[in-house]
C-alpha cells in the first residue's frame, strides 16, 4: 500500500488523495490534477508519515526516510499559519491556487487536529537506534540523550538553508557503537569529516554512511550535502513540471491581488473560479534546470529567466498570502 500511494498517488509533495478520494486511475496524476481544486488532503500525509515510521521500524531502508523528509518540508511544514496557528485542510496544488486555513470557531476540520498533532511531535524520528548503534536519519537542530547508552549527542544546522550539519558528542561510554548517517538520494557529492579531517570515502545517495569506533566527549562529525535543482514530470504528462532544490519543493510565487481575508480563513480549498489568473508556461532550453532557472542571491530562491514571463520560485512551504504554482506547462 505504501509503495502504490508513494509512486503511483502521490504529487512532487508526497501529498496524495483529491476531495478525500482518487478519482482518476494510478499514475494519471496530471488528470487527477484537474478534477478538483482539493487535492493533498493534510489528514493523508499525517497518515503516511505514520506509515512510513511503522514500516522503517521492521527495515530500516533509507528509503523511507528519503519519503518521510519530502513529506515533512513540503506538507506539514507550511500548513499551520505562522502568525494564528490555524490549520489547513487541503494543500491545494492546482496552478494558481492560495492555502486556505480555518477560523477561531466557525470551521474545524479533521485536518485541524492531525495538525496540531503533527506540529507537537515535529522532534520525532530524527534518530533511531538498534542493537548496534544509532541512525541519524533527519537534519534537524537538536540533542539525543540515549540514557542505556550514556550516550549524548548535539546536532547543530541550518538545513535546508545551508547543506551542512554538524553532531558533536557530548558524552559516551568506551564502547565500539555504529553511528550511521542517511545520505539522501537527492544529494550529490556528499563529504563527511571526523574530527576536522575528510574521509576519503564518497557517500552514496540513497545509503547509510557508516562510522564506527569508540567515540569520546568532543569528537566532531561535520556532514556537508549539496543541494541541486531538479525536475520532477507528472506520469501521464511529461510538459507538466515540478521544480525541486534538494528535497524542496519550489512554488512560483503569483502574487496577492485579488485575495481577501474572507477567501483565505474559512474555506476548505480555495475557491479558484472566484478569482481566474492565466499561469505562465515555460520554455526550457536544455534538460538541467540550473540552465534557465538562477538563484537570487535570497536562500533557496530562484528566479527564471529568458521566459515570455519569468517567475520567482522559492519552497512551498513558506509561501503564505500569495497565490502559487508548484506544476508548470513546460516545453523544450
Known amino acids: 500500500f505504501f509503495y502504490e500511494v508513494f509512486t503511483a498517488r502521490s504529487y512532487v509533495t508526497t501529498g496524495t488523495s483529491n476531495g478525500e478520494g482518487w478519482l482518476t486511475q494510478p499514475r494519471m496524476l496530471a488528470a487527477e490534477l484537474k478534477r478538483s481544486v482539493a487535492t493533498a488532503e493534510c489528514c493523508c500525509s499525517y497518515n503516511m508519515l505514520k506509515l512510513a515510521r511503522h514500516l522503517y521500524c521492521w527495515s530500516p531502508q533509507p528509503a523511507y526516510f528519503d519519503y518521510y523528509e519530502r513529506a515533512l518540508y513540503n ?34 476540520w479533521c485536518c485541524t487536529g492531525t495538525g496540531v498533532e503533527e506540529f507537537s511531535k515535529l522532534n520525532d524520528s530524527i534518530y533511531w537506534r538498534d542493537s548496534e548503534g544509532l541512525f541519524v ?63 576519503d570515502v564518497t557517500p552514496t545517495p540513497g545509503s547509510y554512511f557508516t562510522l564506527k569506533r569508540t567515540w569520546k566527549a568532543g569528537d566532531k ?9 531538479s525536475v520532477e514530470a507528472m506520469p501521464d504528462d511529461p510538459k507538466t513540471q515540478a521544480f525541486l532544490f534538494g528535497p524542496l519543493v519550489l512554488a512560483g510565487d503569483l ?17 479558484l473560479r472566484r478569482l481566474p489568473l492565466e499561469i505562465p508556461a515555460f520554455h526550457a532550453p536544455s534538460a538541467d534546470p540550473a540552465a534557465w532557472i538562477k538563484p537570487t542571491g535570497v536562500p533557496l530562491t530562484f528566479r ?29
Not at 494564528?84 to 470551521?107: I, R
Not at 562529525?221 to 535543482?229: A, G, K, R, V
Not at 502574487?255 to 475557491?271: F, I, R, V
Request: charged residues 15%.
Open 137 to 199: 536519519n533527519l537534519f534537524i537542530p537538536s540533542e539525543l540523550h540515549w540514557e542505556e547508552q550514556s550516550f549524548r549527542l548535539r546536532q547543530e544546522t541550518r538545513f535546508p538553508e545551508q547543506p551542512t550539519t554538524t553532531l558533536t558528542i557530548m558524552a559516551a561510554m568506551p564502547a565500539p557503537l555504529a553511528m550511521r548517517l542517511r545520505i539522501p538520494a537527492w544529494t550529490k557529492a556528499a563529504s563527511v569529516k571526523l574530527n576536522g579531517r575528510e574521509l
Open 304 to 332: 527564471t529567466t529568458g521566459q515570455a514571463k519569468d517567475v520567482t520560485l522559492a519552497p512551498l512551504n513558506g509561501i503564505f498570502g500569495k497565490r502559487y504554482s508548484v506544476y508548470w506547462q513546460v516545453t523544450s
Open 75 to 108: 506538507h506539514r511544514l507550511g500548513t499551520i499559519q505562522p502568525k494564528t496557528g490555524h490549520t489547513q485542510y487541503y494543500l491545494s496544488l492546482s496552478p494558481g491556487a492560495w492555502k486556505t486555513f480555518n477560523t477561531e470557531d466557525q470551521s474545524f
Open 221 to 229: 562529525i561535520e556532514m556537508t550535502l549539496p543541494m541541486h535543482l
Open 255 to 271: 502574487g496577492s491581488e485579488g485575495l481577501t481575508d474572507a477567501m483565505t480563513a474559512g474555506p476548505n480549498a480555495p475557491q
